[in-house]
């Protein structure tokens, strides 16, 4: 539990400098181990992973390729025990089998790519005393694949734009795919965003009717960013033979973990796009806040109220009603203003003792009331048209373009709302959006995060940016108002996370400050605001996903080592975490303070 505002407590450990390390490194004074890694089993009867040996049946037991988010769900009654749900985002082939050539999969090589991605489910044991995590082996754990079947509910559910030929219904997709970041609900469950979707889909050029193209456009459909190929081997990726296939990804995706048998959900009533993740506030009346961010350049900012009321308990009947809280509600869509637009002038640069701040409103796109009936708020457009193109809605809304917003999550103590804007390269160039109060930098490399004051439920908001990132020493950098000369460097922030002290921690993709990513915790409230420090960084060509941080251990996600230009698994440039000539492989490590005291 988070008890604290997040005012630096706790964050008395010693900064990790950067560095291009091939290693995981941390704070003098912890210790670090491998929970899980690529391959590892998961499922009985998985084998040993064997790089030269894939199959797709071994894949489909073995833990997948690049995890992102990870979210530890205690098991009721078992002191110790936790399902680790993690998302396997994607996969980079030519980093998964040797002699790979690129766009070109064989057979073999498209199935266990499909069977590597998805979500898992494993069992993990803690080690008194230590913050070690073993994984266990056993029936309680679950591989979820892009073939994995899941349910559609919502107003997309059943429409004319997810119908299929092997799906007439319009209800039952297969599979689950680029599957980000994510979040836990106090119900139980695990939500995950399916983000880059458009990926995996060839087609897109034969498909000639003018609305439907408007519409894969607007969702950047093209034929060259289909990197991995399995329309060649299952037709429904293939949208030039089923067009509507790629209007069945794109939502956040809910799985119970307590029930390997239990069909997983695409709730469309939270839109669709290309969800990066979805985190929950419960208002003092039981209503449900989903915040989502849509991770691409010039994109938004989406909230979800539901209209019914959280069951409290751990019932079968509670879990079946919380299952579908999510399909009732309002979906809306964030515009902001600046207070101080004099501000702005795309340099990023923030006259001494002023704020980046302002006001915002939520814009209702879609409602779908207790009996399940649903209303669009968008004239022109359907209710199934809102939630399978959401982003067309959101435009039609005057929704506010921001620097790509990536994950997004309410302190579980204040209620505010931080999230993480990655960058935006292409703000201010020509045709582009420019620089506005919450998007201050034009050509944005470094990116900032955003903290929202909310009325959860209701549709006002204040905000203030926290940290305007990138080197601290240049004048378009801002560290919550605190000694910049005292702060670790921070670039491209992507998963937001608390600590128990109630401190923010971020994970960064794509750090563009020559050194490797890393995770930071950063302090919230009092003096020591935007305090910002370095508590590990992942290895060569690594991004930095998933941290939980508890009094226990940080647990992180390291995903794609070893993804530099000109690697692959025959000439890798990281080989971590196994060492000598190996190639690197994604995995998930713990880490903990080496005296047994708790705490980070
Ligand atoms: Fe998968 Fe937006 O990062
Ligand atoms: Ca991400
Ligand atoms: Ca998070
Ligand atoms: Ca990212």
């Known amino acids: 539990p988070v008890t604290g505002t997040g005012t630096g407590t706790g964050m008395d450990f010693t900064a990790v400098a950067p560095n291009t390390q091939d290693a995981v490194v941390i704070p003098d004074g912890y210790e670090q181990s491998v929970v899980i890694r690529w391959g590892d089993p998961v499922i009985p009867g998985a084998p040993r992973f064997d790089i030269a040996a894939q199959t797709p049946e071994a894949q489909e037991k073995q833990f997948g390729f690049n995890n992102d988010f990870a979210g530890l769900i205690p098991i009721e009654g078992e002191a110790a025990r936790f399902y680790l749900v993690c998302n396997q985002e994607y996969t980079t082939e030519e980093f998964m089998f040797t002699g790979y050539e690129p766009k070109n999969p064989t057979e073999n090589q498209a199935r266990v790519s499909m069977a590597a991605h998805g979500i898992t489910v494993v069992e993990v044991t803690a080690e008194s005393g230590t913050g070690k995590l073993t994984p266990v082996v056993g029936e309680r754990n679950r591989r979820i694949t892009a073939s994995t079947p899941f349910t559609l509910t919502g107003p997309a559910a059943g429409s004319e734009f997810v119908r299929t030929s092997a799906d007439p219904a319009g209800t039952r997709i ?57 329309g060649r081997y299952e037709e429904r990726f293939d949208l030039s033979k089923n067009p509507n296939e790629g209007n069945r990804f794109g939502y956040i995706v809910e799985v119970d973990p307590h029930d390997p048998s239990s069909t997983p959900i695409k709730h469309s009533a939270l839109g669709r796009a290309k969800h990066e993740s979805a985190t929950i506030h419960v208002t003092d009346d039981g209503t449900v806040v989903a915040y989502s961010g849509d991770d691409e350049r010039f994109e938004y900012i989406y909230k979800f109220v539901s209209s019914r009321k959280v069951r409290s308990g751990t019932s079968a009947a509670a879990m079946r009603s919380n299952l579908r809280i999510l399909d009732e509600g309002t979906l809306y869509v964030a515009v902001l203003t600046g207070d101080t ?22 814009v209702p796109l879609l409602t779908v009331d207790e009996s399940g009936r649903a209303t669009s708020r968008i004239e022109g457009m359907s209710p199934a048209e809102v939630a399978v193109f959401t982003r067309m809605a959101a435009d039609k809304a005057g929704a506010t373009k921001m620097d790509r917003p990536e994950d997004i999550e309410p302190h579980p103590k204040t ?144 995903q794609h080592p070893g993804e530099t230009d000109d690697a692959s698994a025959d000439n890798p440039s990281s080989n971590w975490p196994d060492g000598g000539s190996s190639q690197p492989r994604p995995s998930v490590v713990a880490v903990w303070k080496k005296d047994g005291s708790i705490g980070v």
């Open 174 to 230: 297969l599979g689950t795919i680029g599957n980000c970041s994510g979040g836990l609900t106090p119900w139980g469950t695990m939500l995950s965003g399916e983000e880059n979707f458009p990926n995996y889909f060839s087609g897109a050029s034969a498909v000639t009717d003018p609305t439907a193209k408007e519409r894969l456009n607007r969702y950047s459909f093209e034929d060259d960013a289909d990197y991995h190929q399995w």
């Open 341 to 362: 637009p004099r501000q702005v002038d795309g340099s990023g640069e923030l006259p001494a003792g002023q704020k980046f701040a302002g006001t915002g409103r939520w």
């Open 415 to 558: 209620g505010k709302v931080y999230c993480a804007l990655t960058n935006n390269s292409k703000r201010g160039t020509t045709g582009e959006a420019v620089a506005d109060a919450a998007n201050p930098r034009n050509e944005n490399k470094n990116g900032q995060i955003i903290e929202l004051t909310d009325d959860h439920a209701g549709t006002d908001f204040t905000w203030e940016l926290l940290l305007v990132c990138g080197d601290p020493a240049a004048a378009d950098t801002y560290y919550g108002g605190f000694d910049k000369t005292k702060v670790s460097p921070i670039s491209c922030p992507d998963n937001v996370a608390f600590d128990p002290h109630g401190n923010l921690w971020i994970s960064t993709d794509g750090n563009a400050l020559e050194s490797n990513d890393g995770l930071f915790a950063v302090a919230l409230d009092g003096p020591n605001r935007g305090e910002t420090k370095q508590f590990l960084t992942v290895p060569k060509g690594a991004e930095t996903c998933g941290p939980i941080i508890t009094s226990e251990r940080v647990l992180v996600c390291v």
